[in-house]
Every structure is written in structure tokens, then in C-alpha cells.
């Protein structure tokens, strides 16, 4: 049975209207993203780093050749220029990083994360995800609902040019959507291959991709689109699994050789 309350107006205050559920919803995720922000200055604050370079370093830490240029680093942060050059300066006084000026070009000016940067950025260790240990209060299908949720938000905001789409997708952080278009259906037709042979050996590989490359025992080199891209896994024989590790163009490909990172 519902209750039943009577107000005394001379006492109790009318009950204020309710703001609109979209306004309740932006209102809470800007409480976790103060807190969150608040969180992260007083960590890398104490590292010696603030949010700005850290995010710089990570971005780093997560390309194919841990390199970019400061324009590329700007766009992806959602930063002006100046601010991005300003962060990798210091960076670089501090070691974490290096810059050079292409030959081509005198104006552009590539970023490379050095052995100490990539420490700097690491993931820490020991440090309790807040947002995970939040999160896991929730139901399964609280979760679920959440995720999908956020996932719509994020999409629209993308959309808006509030949010930068490189590196933005919310299920893997390499995502990088519609930047090789004519790659999507030989990828689609390499995998349909794939997934319907069970292969035993690198020799049987070759009967079904005769242009494909072999490093070590497991490692498989496909060309996509000719020779523009390649793909790059690891063929777990025993298994009978497919691990995919890099999916690049040609000129990334080599920068990966020469950095000996295959």
C-alpha cells in the first residue's frame, strides 16, 4: 500500500520539481569526471607528472612505433597545439621522450617515447581501480545496461566533435574506425578463411595465402590489399587459435622491423 502523507505548509516545504532525467544523468557523470580529475592530479602530482603528460605518454605507449607527431597528439587529446608542444617539451627535458624534425619538412616534428617514458606510463601496480570497485556494486544486467548506455553517450558525443574518435572506442583502445576503408572487406574475407580451416603448420597456411611471410614457428605475416597492409598473428597450432597483433599499413610495417618490435 502506498503512503499517504499529508504536507504542512506550515512546516514542510513543497517538495522541488524534479529536473528532467537527462539533466540528472549529465549532472552525475560530471561528479565522477571532478572526482576522477581530482584523483588523477594528486596522483601524478606526487609522480612528478600531470594529467596532461601522462596522457601524452600513454597515447605514445599505445601506437605501433610509440611514436606521433605533435599535431597528431594535439587532435587526439582534444588539446590546441601550443599546449600539446608545451607538455612534449617537458617531456623531453625530463627525458621521458624525444623529438626530431623530418627531413622533408623542417615544420613537422615527431614525438618517440624512450625505454624511461614507457616506465613512466606504465600501468601501476597495487592502485584499486575506483571506478571498476564502484561499478562492480552494480547488478549483471545493471552493468550491461550501464555499458550500453555509456557506449551511446560516448558515440553521440563523437559525433558532435566533442570527442575525438581516434582511440575512442570504449570496448578496445587501439580501435582507429574508418581510417583504412578498403581494407574492411579483405579483412572480412581473410577471416571467413580462417575461421573455417584448422590449420596444422605453416605449410598448410601456404596452400591457402601463397604471399604470406613466416617469422619463428608461429608467427604469420598476411598481405592485405596486395602489399598495402599487413596482418600480423600468431598461429597457435596447438590450440587451434588465431592471435591477431598488429594490423598496419606498409610503411608501419617496416618502422616494426627496424625497431625489431616483430
Not at 130 to 155: D, H, N, P
Request: aromatic content about 6%; hydrophobic content about 40%; overall charge positive.
Amino acid at each position: 500500500m502506498a503512503e499517504l502523507r499529508v504536507l504542512n505548509q506550515a512546516s514542510e516545504p513543497l517538495p522541488k520539481e524534479r529536473l528532467p532525467m537527462p539533466v540528472q544523468v549529465a549532472a552525475g557523470l560530471e561528479k565522477i569526471s571532478l572526482a576522477m580529475k581530482s584523483r588523477t592530479w594528486r596522483r601524478e602530482g606526487q609522480a612528478g607528472l600531470g594529467p596532461l603528460q601522462r596522457q601524452v605518454l600513454t597515447l605514445l605507449r599505445g601506437k605501433t612505433d610509440h611514436s606521433a607527431q605533435v599535431s597528431a597528439i594535439a587532435k587526439e587529446l582534444v588539446v590546441r597545439l601550443p599546449t600539446a608542444s608545451e607538455a612534449v617539451a617537458t617531456l623531453e627535458r625530463k627525458r621521458l621522450v624525444k623529438r626530431f624534425r623530418s627531413h622533408r619538412d623542417g615544420r613537422i616534428v615527431t614525438v618517440e617515447l624512450t625505454a624511461k617514458g614507457a616506465r613512466a606510463c606504465a600501468p601501476a601496480v597495487g592502485i584499486p581501480n575506483q571506478l571498476a570497485t564502484a561499478a562492480s556494486a552494480l547488478t549483471s544486467t545493471e552493468q550491461v545496461a550501464f555499458l550500453k548506455g555509456l557506449m551511446k553517450v560516448i558515440r553521440t558525443l563523437q559525433q558532435q566533435g566533442e570527442i575525438s574518435v581516434a582511440r575512442m572506442c570504449v570496448s578496445c583502445r587501439f580501435f582507429r574506425p574508418h581510417q583504412h576503408e578498403d581494407a574492411a572487406q579483405p579483412l572480412r574475407d581473410w577471416a571467413r578463411m580462417v575461421r573455417r580451416k584448422a590449420y596444422a603448420e605453416h605449410l598448410s597456411v601456404r596452400t591457402d595465402f601463397p604471399t604470406a611471410d613466416f617469422i619463428g614457428p608461429r608467427k604469420v605475416v598476411f598481405n592485405i590489399c596486395g602489399n598495402r597492409y599487413r596482418l600480423v598473428v600468431d598461429m597457435r597450432y596447438d590450440l587451434g587459435r588465431v592471435y591477431i597483433r598488429h594490423v598496419v599499413t606498409h610503411q608501419e610495417y617496416d618502422r616494426l622491423i627496424a625497431r625489431r618490435l616483430l
